[in-house]
């Protein structure tokens, strides 16, 4: 029996509800056979997947209007993958993608007790050269810049990932790294803008001091 505990919860949007299974806090733990340990991920990290950050919400209520139509879009280093189920919600040709070995199995419940179509999940990592994942219209990921090195890994695949004409949003709540990620963009042909998030303390508990960046090619 697993010894995890879980929370459910519905979360409201426009015209929408979106019920979420999520770890019940950062403090649960469990890796059965060393799967998660054997991929990098130490036992202070392993929660990281399974909650909701608000970084998350602010890219799920951006999203939630957003035009979509005849866009193919990845979601990056998706978690709970929130946004995902949301532009599933609105039937968008929508594929998400984690590192942690955990995702799939939360996604396919939350997918479940949605009701929504099968959303094609693929683990991998940034360093991965064959992801089979294919080309996107759209990339979109939410507080994915931790480390001094994710600027460069980040870059690299979504440009692996990215049609010739192609957008990609991150929402950063400002952990230092946005101004080397976005040079590290520039070199790679994007143009640039940022803004703060509209009405956000409707939604979250205290004020979002991150922004939402913007690349186009």
Not at 161 to 184: M, N, T, W, Y
Request: one cysteine or more; charged letters at 25%.
């Amino acid at each position: 029996m697993s010894s995890v505990r879980v929370r459910y919860q519905t979360m409201e949007f426009d015209g929408m509800d979106i019920h979420i299974r999520t770890l019940r806090d950062k403090q649960q733990y469990e890796d059965v056979g060393g799967v998660a340990e054997n991929l990098g991920i130490s036992s202070a990290t392993w929660p990281l997947f399974g909650v909701i950050w608000p970084s998350s919400e602010v890219l799920a209520h951006f999203m939630e209007d957003f035009e979509i139509e005849g866009k193919r879009i990845l979601e990056v280093g998706c978690g709970i993958a929130l946004t995902s189920l949301v532009l599933n919600h609105r039937h968008a040709d929508i594929t998400a993608t984690d590192y942690h070995p955990e995702v799939s199995d939360f996604l396919l419940e939350n997918v479940r007790i949605n009701k929504g179509r099968k959303i094609p999940f693929v683990r991998t990592g940034w360093e991965d050269n064959d992801t089979r994942l294919g080309s996107f219209d759209l990339i979109a990921g939410s507080d994915l810049l931790y480390e001094r090195d994710h600027a460069e890994l980040l870059s690299r695949f979504i440009d692996q990932h990215a049609k010739p004409h192609c957008e990609v949003i991150l929402v950063d709540p400002g952990r230092g790294e946005q101004g080397r990620f976005s040079k590290k963009m520039a070199l790679l042909g994007y143009s640039h803008s940022h803004s703060k998030p509209v009405n956000s303390e409707s939604y979250l508990k205290s004020p979002f001091r991150g922004k939402i960046l913007r690349y186009k090619r």
